[in-house]
């Protein structure tokens, strides 16, 4: 089946613009989870949604980040007056939910802020 | 704070032999430990996971060990390969409810034939 995809996988901006970054997880998983990973560092957890609450967003670097689902299925990341530091991939993964369960984890959106 | 740490260093060996990567951890009591594979330009794949009352598991050539007391997890790859080139992430979840990984910053493997 299709695994969890990810929109665009390459976006440039200028810096101040907003952007949209979407993710289709896999059908049927109820967990879904947004990380950013800047060059030759680790996942940073960003927000994790169980349908489409989102129990835990303390990972938001800032009030310009903000995320939605709906219909318990796609998600969109928005990044308000980007910055350069917000430059970095951002990937979204899903899961069945309930602990135990592993990640399944798109290509990732390529940001790059001018 | 809590702290996941991997060797940043990249690790070097040969074809056929055994790799083993380290993963330490300070102030968690994670309930399990998940290891993962990132390839470049792609999003992490789930390798294998281990339960905090469990000490070693195993899939084909993989082998993971979990030491709570020592607060460490051993990844090891037995007759390695080059293809296995590429970094290995492990991830911790706390025993709280919630679903949230804590990735640590993976170690990049390098196969040589």
Not at chain 2, 26 to 54: H, K, M
Request: aromatic share 10%; with cysteine.
């Amino acid at each position: 089946g299709a695994g969890v995809s990810q929109s665009p996988s390459n976006k440039v901006t200028e810096k101040g613009k907003d952007v949209e970054l979407r993710c289709d997880p896999i059908s049927g998983h109820t967990a879904l989870y947004w990380y950013r990973q800047s060059l030759g560092q680790g996942l940073e957890f960003l927000i994790y949604f169980q349908g489409n609450s989102a129990p835990d967003k303390s990972g938001l670097p800032s009030d310009r980040f903000s995320a939605e689902r709906t219909g318990g299925s796609v998600s969109t990341l928005t990044i308000q007056r980007t910055q350069q530091e917000d430059s970095a991939v951002y990937l979204c993964a899903s899961s069945l939910g309930g602990s135990y369960n592993e990640q399944f984890f798109g290509p990732g959106t390529r940001l790059t802020v001018l | 704070s809590q702290k996941i740490e991997q060797n940043s260093e990249a690790l070097n060996i040969q074809e056929g032999k055994t790799a083993t990567l380290t993963c330490n951890y300070t102030n968690y009591s994670p309930a399990y430990l998940q290891w993962y594979r990132q390839d470049p330009g792609r999003g992490p794949v789930f390798l294998l996971l281990i339960r905090e009352n469990e000490k070693e598991k195993r899939k084909e050539r993989l082998k993971v060990t979990f030491d709570t007391t020592l607060k460490q997890s051993l990844f090891h790859i037995t007759a390695s390969q080059p293809a296995d080139s590429a970094t290995y992430l492990c991830a911790l979840e706390m025993d709280t409810g919630f679903q949230k990984l804590v990735f640590g910053t993976g170690t990049r493997l390098l196969v040589s034939p």
